[in-house]
T-cell receptor, first 115, second 108 residues
Framework: SAVISQKPSRDICQRGTSLTIQCQVDSQVTMMFWYRQQPGQSLTLIATANQGSEATYESGFVIDKFPISRPNLTFSTLTVSNMSPEDSSIYLC????????????FGSGTRLTVV | GQQVMQIPQYQHVQEGEDFTTYCNSSTTLSNIQWYKQRPGGHPVFLIQLVKSGEVKKQKRLTFQFGEAKKNSSLHITATQTTDVGTYFC????????FGRGTSLIVHP
């Protein structure tokens, strides 16, 4: 299965600022996924990122707030823009598995606190 | 949209006791996946079930997929402190929908 390097692992940010989270995969993948996990909660899909096209956002998430880049098949970034304390959460990138034995692989996550 | 319900939300057990978490969907699932997230960690894939009535085992963990492919369960026999974490089911088509998770707390 793929190995994902995600950074930063954590950050404390001032409200009104933006943070860009990076994910690097050790192999080429068609789709990358960005999730948000609020403390003690499940994983909520933010968007799906394909290389060479605009990301597809889930209901409740918009491009102006969470712009995503996917410049190549091994890399993606998620920016959390104009942050407020409500954006405090864990953000995770993920890639799909290569078959039934692998499932989805997640990055180690970015723990964001907005103050 | 598709929803996957998971119960219980929390489960406290004494070390050595068994543990079960249940996952239910209102619609038929093409497959169900199970993940474990250790405290402070990220979800790690455990297994995928595809066939109706399928049962798979991983050491002390037993995974079942219902005959109607609308429910699933994860059973851990004789829990150990290393089993602590949140167990998520995820069901659906190409992009799975995650259940809320069951947090397992094991008391030594």
């Amino acid at each position: 299965s793929a190995v994902i390097s995600q950074k930063p692992s954590r950050d404390i940010c001032q409200r009104g600022t933006s943070l860009t989270i990076q994910c690097q995969v050790d192999s080429q993948v068609t789709m990358m996924f960005w999730y948000r996990q609020q403390p003690g909660q499940s994983l909520t899909l933010i968007a799906t990122a394909n290389q060479g096209s605009e990301a597809t956002y889930e209901s409740g998430f918009v491009i102006d707030k969470f712009p995503i880049s996917r410049p190549n098949l091994t890399f993606s970034t998620l920016t959390v823009s104009n942050m407020s304390p409500e954006d405090s959460s864990i953000y995770l990138c993920s890639v799909g598995g290569g078959g039934a034995d692998y499932g989805y692989t997640f990055g180690s996550g970015t723990r964001l606190t907005v103050v | 949209g598709q929803q996957v319900m998971q119960i219980p939300q929390y489960q406290h057990v004494q070390e050595g006791e068994d543990f079960t978490t249940y996952c239910n969907s209102s619609t038929t699932l093409s497959n169900i996946q199970w993940y474990k997230q250790r405290p402070g960690g990220h979800p790690v894939f455990l297994i995928q079930l595809v066939k109706s009535g399928e049962v798979k085992k991983q050491k002390r963990l037993t995974f079942q997929f219902g005959e109607a492919k609308k429910n699933s369960s994860l059973h851990i026999t004789a829990t150990q402190t290393t089993d602590v974490g949140t167990y998520f089911c995820a069901g659906g088509s190409y992009i799975p929908t995650f259940g809320r998770g069951t947090s397992l707390i094991v008391h030594p």
